[in-house]
C-alpha cells in the first residue's frame, strides 16, 4: 500500500461543473495536508493546505478533510480549461520529516 | 509568490561529467528540499535541509551530495552524470516540516 494515494485519471468534467479529486493516506497520525497544482513540464504550486477536520474553502476551491477515514479531498467548483492539470496531494506523516506525496490525478475540463 | 529561484532551467551534458545544480530562496525559510521528478510520476525527496549545516538524505539522495553553507543557497551535486539521471529536479523550501513547501520553476537535466 502507496502512503498517500491518488485515482491517477484522467477526470474529465464540462465546464462550470464541480470536479472532486481524493486522496487518502496510510499514516493515521498525519496532521499537515496540501494539495497541489502541476501544469504539464512546470513546477508544483501550492492550491490548499489544511490541518483540521473539516472543510477549508478559498474562492472555487474548497478542501475537505477527514481524519477517521484518513481522507482529503478537494473540490473544484465553476471548473475552467484553465483547471486542466494534475492535482498532487501531499501528507506531512508522523516518521521523520519527510512529506509525501501523491503521483497525482489529472484533470481535464472540456470547454 | 514565492521567491525560490533554480538554474540553469536546462542542462543537456554528457556522461561522467560533474554537475551543480543551484537553488536559492529569498523568503529566510530554514527547510529547504530536493525532489527528483519524472514525467508523470511522483516527486521523490533526494535531500533535505533544516538548516545551515544541516541535512539528511531522502530516498534517492545515494548518487548526489548537497550544502547548506548559507540559509538561502542549497545546491545539488552529482559527481559524474549518469544517463539514468536524466530528469527534472525541483528545489523546494518551507517555513517549517508542517508548512506548505513553495517551488522552484525546476532543472530540467539531459545526460547523454
Known amino acids: 500500500q502507496k502512503e498517500v494515494e491518488q485515482n491517477s485519471g484522467p477526470l474529465s468534467v464540462p465546464e462550470g461543473a464541480i470536479a472532486s479529486l481524493n486522496c487518502t493516506y496510510s499514516?493515521?497520525?498525519?496532521?499537515?495536508f496540501f494539495w497541489y497544482r502541476q501544469y504539464s513540464g512546470k513546477s508544483p504550486e501550492l492550491i490548499m493546505f489544511i490541518y483540521s477536520n473539516g472543510d477549508k474553502e478559498d474562492g472555487r476551491f474548497t478542501a475537505q478533510l477527514n481524519k477517521a477515514s484518513q481522507y482529503v479531498s478537494l473540490l473544484i467548483r465553476d471548473s475552467q480549461p484553465s483547471d486542466s492539470a494534475t492535482y498532487l496531494c501531499a501528507v506531512r506523516g508522523t516518521g521523520g520529516f519527510k512529506t509525501i506525496f501523491g503521483a497525482g490525478t489529472r484533470l481535464f475540463v472540456k470547454a | 509568490e514565492a521567491d525560490i529561484y533554480q538554474t540553469p532551467r536546462y542542462l543537456v551534458i554528457g556522461t561522467g561529467k560533474k554537475i551543480t545544480l543551484e537553488c536559492s530562496q529569498t523568503?529566510?525559510?530554514?527547510?529547504m528540499y530536493w525532489y527528483q521528478q519524472d514525467p508523470g510520476m511522483e516527486l521523490h525527496l533526494i535531500h533535505y535541509?533544516?538548516?545551515?549545516?544541516?541535512?539528511e538524505k531522502g530516498d534517492l539522495s545515494s548518487e548526489s551530495t548537497v550544502s547548506r553553507i548559507r540559509t538561502e543557497h542549497f545546491p545539488l551535486t552529482l559527481e559524474s552524470a549518469r544517463p539514468s539521471h536524466t530528469s527534472q529536479y525541483l528545489c523546494?523550501?518551507?517555513?517549517?516540516?508542517?508548512?506548505?513547501?513553495?517551488f522552484g520553476d525546476g532543472t530540467r537535466l539531459s545526460i547523454l
Open positions: 523546494a523550501s518551507a517555513r517549517g516540516e508542517d508548512q506548505p513547501q513553495h
Open positions: 535541509s533544516y538548516g545551515v549545516n544541516s541535512t
Open positions: 523568503m529566510g525559510h530554514d527547510k
Open positions: 499514516d493515521r497520525g498525519s496532521q499537515s
